[in-house]
Nanobody, 119 residues
Framework: QVQLVESGGGLVQAGGSLTLSCAAS????????MGWFRQAPGKERELVSS????????SYGNSVKGRFAISRDNAKNTVYLQMDSLKPEDTAIYYC????????????WGQGTQVTVSS
């Protein structure tokens, strides 16, 4: 059974940093792409960043480019999202998700972790 477990959320002041972790288990993820999504109250879910397990290819949403960095630790089956220069508009529930490289659909999701940035 696939499990994605996020951790690392919390309350931080504007300009601060947080690192989110996503521990993946239940299958081999070498052919998968991992994504971090976020959803704020009243807003649509947004893809923040993604990374390929196999070759480390990454992508970022325009709103976080230059501030967030995604990485993976293959030995630990864990994906990280380093968030710097946080802004109040980054406040949201952050979700980890996984999709096969050949698919555009994220099939597996974590339970989410709350990130709150105070002004």
């Amino acid at each position: 059974q696939v499990q994605l477990v996020e951790s690392g959320g919390g309350l931080v002041q504007a300009g601060g940093s947080l690192t989110l972790s996503c521990a993946a288990s239940g299958r081999t993820f070498s052919s998968y792409v991992m994504g971090w999504f976020r959803q704020a109250p009243g807003k649509e879910r947004e893809l923040v960043s993604s990374i390929s397990w196999s070759d480390g290819w990454t992508s970022y949403g325009n709103s976080v480019k230059g501030r967030f960095a995604i990485s993976r630790d293959n030995a630990k089956n864990t994906v990280y999202l380093q968030m710097d220069s946080l802004k109040p508009e980054d406040t949201a529930i952050y979700y980890c998700a996984a999709r096969q490289r050949a698919s555009t659909t994220y099939a597996y999701w974590g339970q989410g972790t709350q990130v709150t940035v105070s002004s």
